[in-house]
Every structure is written in structure tokens, then in C-alpha cells.
């Protein structure tokens, strides 16, 4: 690891002592932020009420860097400076998913990114790590924990990275931790289990890693970091739970308590390992955690998990709401009010503001209703639901990675940057 990143020239290099202390600003208000997270070198500060940070006397590394909710990320040179002013942008990321493939095909990038320059979109979700364990690029962290790679779709990941921050792109690496059948392949013993002892495999006929087996963490963990170190904006964790299927076997008691610790305990080891490079972490949830005041039996309990990460980011999609929402038992027809109503439900069981909630959208085929498109209408409906919410942005998931402007607003209809 450490090589890798020496090799894209982010390690910092230390060279004296000096004082430092600053203060953090909204760039459009020029108001302070308060509780902004402020990073130099290893050391890390939150400003205060009044906007303000201080380190004291540390060794001062290159560079100072500042994120908060509801902003982009922002970083100074500091070289000789004792007192440094960080100014960020607000921004609310609106964003489509590319896949492993996706990412490295260019006709469906190149369509993502055609949109980019024509619509409202200023974001990309990136696979990372997908739903088969696949990474796009040649990673360090892959061979460092033992696992071959015969796939590689992304030649030079850092030069994309930066064409696309070029872009002006906010850049989420999504990780999918434990739906990872190369890491359960490698090693049986950290796998699920089902009830007669055999390696479990869900609907896909893909094992699981066992969230309880700690020592199976660092894959993921690693992978992150990499991320991170790849200049990544922010680190999405997704399918970080439990399989919703019953009678499975665990190398712990399988209770909710257990359940909810064992993904708390993740994301804790996630922030510890990510807190130098300052990156935004955010953990997909199911669109009925929002709901259920349990954990929905997968680790995922909303006031918990809310604890650990800068965003929560559900999945609202209308087909995922099989069993509807109170007052709207065919999901589907009503996506405006299974958008708004859930985030509106989450704010106030948490007492979190709308920005610290980022939702999944839907963009394409209902499955589970009246198999109805989901075209202009339903995505741009979605869309107002979160606007109306306060959310901070949204994202939308098609599984092929096929989007157009449906539902999006035009580059030139725009009324504000």
C-alpha cells in the first residue's frame, strides 16, 4: 500500500514545526462553518461554533485540507503559514452509477459523461469494488490480500480520476463489502453459513463474508483507502449488512444488538483508516431501515448507523417497496411520496438536517408491481421528493448503466449553478 501511494505522489512529507490555526467558510455567504472537519498531515481538528480550527504547534505537513456536509472538499498549500483561511463550495451532488464495466466502456462513459455536460448531473458513482468483488483498475490493495485479478477495465485509473475531476465532477467510490464471493472463495472459513453448516449463497448464487469475521474487514478497508488515496471525494460502503435470509449461520450469537455493533464497528475501523485523506464516508442503507425502528434483521438500524458516517444514503427505489408505505400500498404509482415521505420520516426519527441524507433513485423497470418504465415523470417526480426534502442531491441506479435526460434538467434551463 504504502508504495502505491508514493507512486501517485500523495504521501506528505514533513518538514518543520509551526503553529497552525485557520478558520472555514461557506464560499458563497463567506459565514463560517461550524463542526467543518479540518486534516493536516495525521492530525485532525473540527472547527468550532465559530468556524475556527487550531492545531497548535504540529509538524506541518504540505498541505490543510476541510470538507462538511453540504460542501465540496477543499485543501491549501501551507508551507510557512501559521494562520490559513479554507473557503468550500456549497454542492449537492447529483449523480448516475457506472459499474466495473461500465466506468471502463467507453461508449456507456462517454454517454455518462455527455449528460454531465448537458444536464444538472455534476457527480459520478464509480464501482470500486462491485457486486462480484470485481475492481476496475490494477490494485495494490486486490494483491495485498491475496486475491487474483483477471479483470481490468480502467488501464490508468489515476488519469482518469483527474480527467474527471478536470470536469469539475464530484467523484463517489462505491465499495460493496460483504456480497464478495472472490474473498468467500478464498476463504470458506470467513463465509456465511447456512443452517446445515455448507457455504450459503443467495439468489444470485454468490456467497457472503461473514460481517462478524473482523479479520475479513481489511480487503474492503484497503480498498477504500486506495480510494481515498486515488483523490476520490467520497467512499461509499454498500451492501455493508447482514443477507436478509433466514436460518444462516455466524461465527457470532446473530442478534440484532450483535448485528448492529458488528456494522458500527466497520465503519468505525472505515473512519479511522480514511480520516488522513479527509474523504466524505458514506453506507447505503434499505429503503425500509428508514421506516422499521428494528434493524431490519441486517445490522442496519437508522439512529445507529447515522452515528458513524457523513452520509445516509437509502434506497428508494418505489419497486423496493414491496409491502408499500402507509397510505400507499402500490409503490410504484407513487414515487413523489415514497421519496419525500421516508427522508422526511428519517429526519425526524434521527434530528439530522436533509443534507446529511444523499438517496438512491430509480431508473428503470419497476419488478415488482405493474412492470411500468420508469421514464421522465417517475425519475423527475423522485427527484423534486428529494429536492423538497432538502437532501443533498441524489443518485440514480440503473443496473446496465443506460441514461438519458429523462426527468434531468437541461444544461440551459438551469436557473442557478
Known amino acids: 500500500m504504502s508504495r502505491f501511494l508514493t507512486a501517485i505522489g500523495l504521501a506528505t512529507i514533513a518538514f518543520a514545526c509551526h503553529a497552525l490555526d485557520g478558520v472555514v467558510r461557506d464560499g458563497s455567504t463567506a459565514r463560517p462553518i461550524p463542526y467543518a472537519v479540518v486534516a493536516a498531515g495525521t492530525e485532525i481538528r473540527r472547527t468550532d461554533e465559530h468556524g475556527r480550527f487550531d492545531f497548535g504547534a504540529v509538524v506541518l505537513a504540505t498541505k490543510v485540507s476541510a470538507r462538511a ?6 485543501e491549501r498549500l501551507v508551507q ?28 456507456l462513459r462517454g454517454d455518462a459523461l455527455k449528460l454531465v455536460d448537458e444536464t444538472e448531473l455534476n457527480a459520478l458513482v464509480i464501482d470500486v469494488k462491485g457486486d462480484r468483488g470485481l475492481v476496475p ?8 490480500s491475496g486475491l487474483p485479478q483477471t479483470i481490468v477495465t480502467v488501464p490508468d485509473m489515476p488519469a482518469l480520476v483527474k480527467s474527471l475531476h478536470q470536469r469539475g465532477l464530484y467523484l463517489i467510490a462505491r465499495i460493496v463489502v460483504f456480497k464478495d ?41 484497503a480498498l ?7 483523490g476520490f471525494d467520497e467512499v461509499q460502503f454498500d451492501y455493508l449488512r447482514f443477507p436478509d435470509a433466514t436460518g444462516l449461520r455466524f461465527s457470532e450469537s446473530d442478534t440484532q444488538e450483535q448485528r448492529v455493533a458488528a456494522i458500527n464497528a466497520f465503519l468505525d475501523a472505515a473512519q479511522h483508516r480514511l480520516s488522513r485523506y479527509n474523504v466524505f464516508v458514506a453506507a447505503d442503507i434499505f429503503g425500509y431501515v428508514t421506516w422499521n425502528t428494528n434493524d431490519t434483521q441486517i445490522g442496519q438500524q437508522l439512529e445507529a448507523i447515522a452515528d458513524h458516517v457523513d452520509y445516509l444514503s437509502p434506497m428508494l427505489y418505489p419497486s423496493g417497496f414491496t409491502f408499500g408505505i402507509p397510505g400507499h400500498r402500490d409503490a410504484a404509482a407513487a414515487p413523489y411520496d415514497i421519496v419525500h415521505q421516508s427522508l422526511q420520516r428519517a429526519q425526524q426519527r434521527t434530528g ?32 423534486d421528493a428529494a429536492d423538497a426534502a432538502g437532501s443533498d442531491g441524489w443518485m440514480l441506479w440503473n443496473p446496465h448503466n443506460r441514461y438519458d435526460d429523462d426527468g434531468l434538467v437541461r444544461e440551459s434551463s438551469r436557473s442557478a449553478p
Open 69 to 74: 456536509v453540504g460542501y465540496g472538499r477543499a
Open 80 to 107: 510557512g503559514q501559521g494562520s490559513v483561511d479554507l473557503t468550500l463550495a456549497p454542492l449537492r451532488p447529483k449523480a448516475v452509477y457506472l459499474s466495473v464495466y461500465g466506468i471502463g466502456s467507453e461508449t
Open 137 to 144: 483498475y490494477r490494485s495494490a490493495a486486490l494483491v495485498a
Open 181 to 221: 464471493e472472490p474473498l468467500a472463495t478464498a476463504h470458506p472459513q470467513w463465509a456465511v453459513r447456512d443452517a446445515h453448516g455448507a457455504v450459503w449463497k443467495d439468489r444470485e448464487s454468490l456467497p457472503w463474508i461473514d460481517p462478524f469475521r473482523r479479520e475479513a474487514w481489511e480487503c474492503s478497508l
Open 224 to 230: 477504500a483507502e486506495e480510494a481515498a488515496a486515488l
Open 352 to 383: 439530522l438536517p436533509g443534507v446529511r441524507f444523499r438517496p438512491w433513485l430509480q431508473a428503470f423497470r419497476d419488478y415488482a408491481f405493474d412492470h411500468r418504465e420508469f421514464g421522465a415523470h417517475e425519475i423527475r417526480l423522485q427527484i
